[in-house]
């Protein structure tokens, strides 16, 4: 007995002595699984939150206050009933794609155009669109505007550049009230302008004036295509010769007039370094935590990680500063984007840095 007892003792104390596991070998590997796999999502979690924690004050900064307008407008512009087109406030008549005599034009270099406009007053906002062969205010065939009292014809020749500069003007046409008639003919080595019967225009010009023109321009009375060259007043007759060919755009129906039409009351600007010191300042200093994020997050450490940071950071600029055009008080410019890319650039710099010069990085 005495034996049997010696022989089942260290049996029975390292039986005593050991612990029951009670999670079974399946469910423990589970928890260890879902414990890595917290443990690396962790990093890519806090760098998520790292740059919509700078995306958020940036956004506040540039969008304030919020207020979306839609750059659309009511078309005051209408057609009366015994003939002619009436401006009494902002609007436009537009020919829905180039018109069919365009192409002849050019071809013949020979192009006449009369107009009878009653203008509501001599100080309207400059310059006002009377006609407008273009695509916008930087690119043009031929516009004719007021200007307070003169009159001003923009015409691109091969002696011209694409926005028709410099201008034709004609001094005092509109000093007093009534309608007056004016009377453009362009033709081979010739520019005649005649106000209410006498010339007061007579140029020289290329021998092949049109040779420049645009065929796909469209055409537009009482304001320019991006809507912020309105001009004010009665127009009766707009007469359009060439060849063959003549149109009379003042006659009911010859123009569309939309209800609504685009009006983008705040133009980009993209005239780049014109702007303040203390502005660049601003865009360069708001944009250089995003860089610094972005460069503490990326895993990858190369060029190529690098400019997709840079392009992330300048979209998300213009993303800014296409939503500005429809905010008050906001004025996007090109320079913005610049001097916002800057900032990135000089945040990613740090960032790389103080990465290259640090034994750990919390976000990889």
């Avoid at 015994?82 to 537009?94: K, Q």
């Avoid at 906002?125 to 001003?152: C, F, K, V």
Wanted: with cysteine; hydrophobic share 40%; glycine share 8%.
């Amino acid at each position: 007995m005495k034996s049997d007892g010696c022989r089942n003792a260290p049996e029975e104390l390292s039986t005593s002595g050991r612990r029951a596991n009670p999670i079974s070998p399946g469910l423990h590997g589970q928890v260890v699984k879902f414990a890595q796999l917290r443990f690396d999502l962790l990093p890519p979690l806090i760098g998520i939150v790292a740059i919509a924690a700078v995306l958020i004050p940036i956004l506040v900064a540039t969008l304030y206050p919020f207020e979306w307008v839609p750059p659309r407008t009511h078309n005051a512009a209408a057609y009366q009933r015994g003939g002619g087109l009436e401006f009494p406030d902002m609007g436009i008549a537009r020919t829905a794609g180039p018109p069919p005599w365009l192409a002849e034009a050019i071809k013949t270099h020979k192009l006449e155009i009369a107009l009878d406009v009653d203008a509501v007053s001599d100080h309207q906002q400059s310059p006002a669109r009377i006609l407008s062969l273009s695509q916008d205010i930087h690119h043009r065939n031929l516009t004719i505007d007021q200007q307070s009292r003169d009159l001003s014809i923009r015409l691109r020749t091969p002696d011209a550049d694409e926005s028709g500069m410099p201008p034709i003007t004609i001094p005092g046409v509109f000093g007093q009230p009534g309608w007056v008639e004016i009377r453009l003919r362009i033709e081979p080595g010739r520019l005649m302008i005649w106000i209410n019967g006498e010339v007061r225009i007579n140029h020289e010009l290329p021998e092949a004036p049109l040779k420049t023109w645009n065929s796909s321009y469209q055409l537009a009375l009482g304001n320019e295509f991006t809507g912020d060259q309105s001009w004010l007043g009665k127009i009766g007759r707009a007469l359009v010769t060439t060849g063959g060919t003549r149109v009379d755009y003042a006659v009911p129906g010859a123009l569309e007039v939309p209800v609504h039409y685009w009006f983008f009351q705040r133009r980009f600007n993209f005239v780049p370094l014109q702007a303040s010191r203390r502005d660049y300042l601003n865009n360069l200093l708001l944009f250089i935590p995003l860089g610094f994020v972005l460069g503490l997050v990326a895993r990858r450490n190369g060029w190529k990680s690098n400019c997709k940071i840079i392009v992330f950071a300048s979209s998300i600029s213009t993303i800014i500063e296409v939503l500005q055009l429809g905010i008050p008080g906001r004025y996007p410019s090109l320079n913005d984007i610049l001097f916002n890319t800057g900032g990135s650039i000089l945040g990613l710099v740090l960032a790389r840095w103080l990465v290259r010069n640090s034994r750990s990085n919390p976000f990889t």
